[in-house]
């Protein structure tokens, strides 16, 4: 089974400047999840989608990233414009969809490393 | 929003020992995981345990839920345990369940 995929592996922008990532989920996982890791702490939940519906983007700071998961499958985070404090992981995960209840498991990608200088 | 903390923060160890890793949380949850993320930034499932122990090898992990907490044991470690374990807990919002994630134990085994 084909896991996760996360493409570029690797970023180094200017502050101000535009990047885009992208991810692939698991063949057939409904939930799919970007998370932001600072370097020193856990994951941060950014944004989750169920199918291509947002169901939590509290913690996304809309005024500069952006995600969208179209037909339900792959999914683009975009942060435009960067700043210094974006340099982080950012870590897409898929699990299935159990109904009204918590998945028994999730699957990270290996993540995107951005730079922002 | 619910509190998840790890301890301890950091670790070192020499290989052959034994290592308890404690994570505890502010609320009811409804499932809790034990992630290990390698120096190249992979987070990899090592249990789903929302109560009781389960054994993979020379880790197990135990959650007492009603006491809000879960323990993470790696018995004779090995360079190759080395890394940042995390622990995360799924809350159910809303027909949705969210993962929160505690700050993670970072552990260096030496040989």
């Known amino acids: 089974e084909a896991g996760v995929a996360q493409s570029p592996r690797y970023k180094i922008i200017e502050k101000r400047q535009s990047v885009a990532f992208w991810c692939n989920p698991i063949s057939g996982h409904a939930t799919l999840y970007w998370y932001q890791q600072i370097l020193g702490q856990g994951p941060k939940l950014l944004i989750q989608f169920q199918n291509n519906g947002v169901v939590d983007d509290s913690q996304l700071p809309k005024d500069r990233f952006s995600a969208e998961r179209l037909k339900g499958v792959d999914s683009t985070l975009k942060i435009q414009p960067a700043k210094l404090e974006d340099s982080a992981v950012y870590l897409c995960?898929?699990?299935?969809?159990?109904?009204?209840?918590?998945?028994?498991?999730?699957?990270f990608g290996e993540g995107s490393w951005l730079t922002v200088v | 929003g619910i509190q998840v903390e790890q301890s301890p923060p950091d670790l070192i160890l020499q290989e052959g020992a034994n290592s308890t890793l404690r994570c505890n949380f502010s609320d009811s949850v409804n499932n809790l995981q034990w992630f290990h993320q390698n120096p190249w930034g992979q987070l990899i499932n090592l249990f789903y345990i929302p109560s009781g122990t389960k054994q993979n090898g020379r880790l197990s992990a135990t959650t007492v839920a009603t006491e809000r907490y879960s323990l993470l044991y790696i018995s004779s470690s090995q360079t190759t345990d080395s890394g940042v374990y995390f622990c995360?807990?799924?809350?159910?919002?809303?027909?949705?369940?969210?993962?929160?994630f505690g700050k993670g134990t970072m552990l260096l085994v030496s040989p």
């Open positions: 995360a807990v799924f809350i159910m919002n809303s027909g949705y369940s969210t993962l929160t």
């Open positions: 995960a898929s699990s299935p969809s159990w109904d009204r209840r918590p998945p028994t498991t999730i699957y």
